[in-house]
């Protein structure tokens, strides 16, 4: 696939100032496919690891959409959930809002469990547009009222595959009839087994798939092939190889 620059990506000037600050100039695959199709407005999911730069594929067109109807005038609110499993991705996410979105003049508050919740319902109270959460502390803040998700019109669903893994898909599914029905919703997983196909099929509605091949983990220097022997053959096999 060619290369794609963050400066074809159409991004506003302050957006792709804060982007190329960072160092990056061409966009990863994840990046170069994802944007587009999440600026058109389209639910998407995607198929990607961590190290793809897949962060950056959602959070961007995220700050440039917020920015621009931002600089049209909202109401203020939550506009955007990111759903995360542990509380190291949460912090990294947050950082990654907090670099592209530097001179956009959005806020954002990361919160998760396992800390005391005074900071984070402090930020919640000063207001903010973004909202990066792991899912058992997000429900335990809605339950006390802290946080309200009825303006809400952009929701991630970051690492499904873990989140499924760890035991999350029962907060996931009373989270999920919290949100306006009427969203863009990205959902992102590094696996799509069926039981991942099925959570998708219930969140998105007509989405566009984009899936990178992760790195491949052979080495190009050793050269592989397959032989088909009998269980009977297979030493003899290795001895003549060897
Ligand atoms: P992620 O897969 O989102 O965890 O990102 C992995 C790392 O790649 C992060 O440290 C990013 O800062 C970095 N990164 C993401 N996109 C790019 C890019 N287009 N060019 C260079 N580095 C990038």
Same mark, same amino acid.
């Given at each position: 696939?060619?290369?794609?620059? /963050?400066?074809?990506?159409?991004?506003?000037?302050? +957006?792709?100032?804060? &982007?190329?600050?960072?160092? /990056? $100039?061409?966009?990863?695959?994840?990046?170069?496919?994802?944007?587009? &199709?999440?600026?058109? %407005?389209?639910?998407? +999911?995607?198929?990607?690891?961590?190290?793809?730069?897949?962060?950056?594929?959602?959070?961007?067109?995220?700050?440039?959409?917020?920015?621009?109807?931002?600089?049209?005038?909202?109401?203020?609110?939550i506009?955007?959930? +990111? *759903?995360?499993?542990?509380? $190291?991705?949460?912090? #990294?996410?947050?950082?990654?809002?907090?670099?592209?979105?530097?001179?956009?003049? *959005?806020?954002?508050? &990361? +919160?998760? %469990?396992? &800390?005391? #919740?005074?900071?984070?319902?402090?930020?919640l109270e000063r207001g903010i547009d973004i909202l990066i959460a792991t899912p058992g502390r997000l429900l335990d803040l809605i339950g006390q009222g802290f946080i309200h998700l009825d303006t809400l019109e952009y929701f991630v669903l970051d690492e499904a595959d873990r989140m499924l893994d760890m035991g999350f898909i029962h907060d996931i599914k009373r989270i999920l009839p919290l949100l306006p029905k009427k969203r863009q919703s990205l959902f992102f997983s590094a696996t799509m087994p069926p039981e991942i196909e099925r959570l998708a099929g219930t969140i998105l509605s007509a989405p566009q798939k984009v899936e990178v091949t992760p790195a491949s983990s052979t080495v190009d220097a050793i050269d592989q092939s397959v032989y088909f022997v009998e269980k009977a053959e297979k030493i003899n096999l290795l001895k003549s190889l060897l």
């Open positions: 696939m060619e290369t794609i620059r /963050f400066d074809e990506l159409n991004l506003d000037p302050r +957006i792709l100032r804060a &982007v190329t600050d960072m160092g /990056f $100039e061409a966009a990863s695959p994840i990046q170069a496919q994802a944007i587009p &199709v999440e600026m058109e %407005g389209h639910d998407m +999911i995607g198929q990607a690891q961590t190290g793809t730069g897949k962060t950056a594929a959602f959070s961007i067109p995220i700050i440039q959409r917020l920015y621009l109807q931002k600089k049209k005038g909202y109401k203020r609110g506009k955007a959930l +990111i *759903l995360t499993p542990t509380r $190291e991705l949460a912090i #990294q996410i947050g950082e990654s809002f907090a670099a592209y979105g530097r001179f956009a003049g *959005l806020r954002h508050t &990361v +919160i998760f %469990g396992g &800390v005391g #919740q005074k900071p984070q319902t402090e930020a």
